[in-house]
């Protein structure tokens, strides 16, 4: 059974760094694009970041938000998929998650609606 695990939220400074991990279950890398999206309250969810499948190649996308400042990457060995988040700012606070969907020789998106599995979550806070 396919299953995402989200870990590594909290509290953090504005300036600060948080490392999110996506542990997954299931399914492997070969031919599942990871995404990480995040929901503040009121807003709607949004894409953040993603990393292709091993066979399309692995590239990454990210939203214009968090370029230069937010990293995907992927641990194969562990089948985790983490987000290091640097230069926080009070606009990041959100609950993110991770989700998954089907995908070979095409590049990842960050359209949610793409996404089949969702974990539950993991919240982020920027605050001094």
């Known amino acids: 059974q396919l299953q995402l695990v989200e870990s590594g939220g909290g509290l953090e400074q504005p300036g600060g760094s948080l490392r999110l991990s996506c542990a997954a279950s299931?399914?492997?890398?070969?031919?599942?694009?990871i995404g990480w999206f995040r929901q503040a309250p009121g807003k709607e969810r949004e894409g953040v970041s993603c990393i292709s499948s091993d066979s399309s190649g692995g590239s990454t996308n990210y939203a214009d938000s968090v370029k230069g400042r937010f990293t995907i990457s992927r641990d194969n060995a562990k089948n985790t998929v983490y987000l290091q988040m640097n230069s926080l700012k009070p606009e990041d606070i959100a609950n993110y998650y991770c989700?998954?969907?089907?995908?070979?020789?095409?590049?990842?998106?960050?359209?949610?609606?793409?996404?089949?599995?969702w974990g539950q979550g993991t919240q982020v806070t920027v605050s001094s």
């Open positions: 989700a998954a969907y089907y995908g070979i020789f095409r590049r990842c998106v960050l359209t949610p609606n793409q996404y089949k599995y």
């Open positions: 299931g399914f492997t890398s070969d031919y599942y694009h």
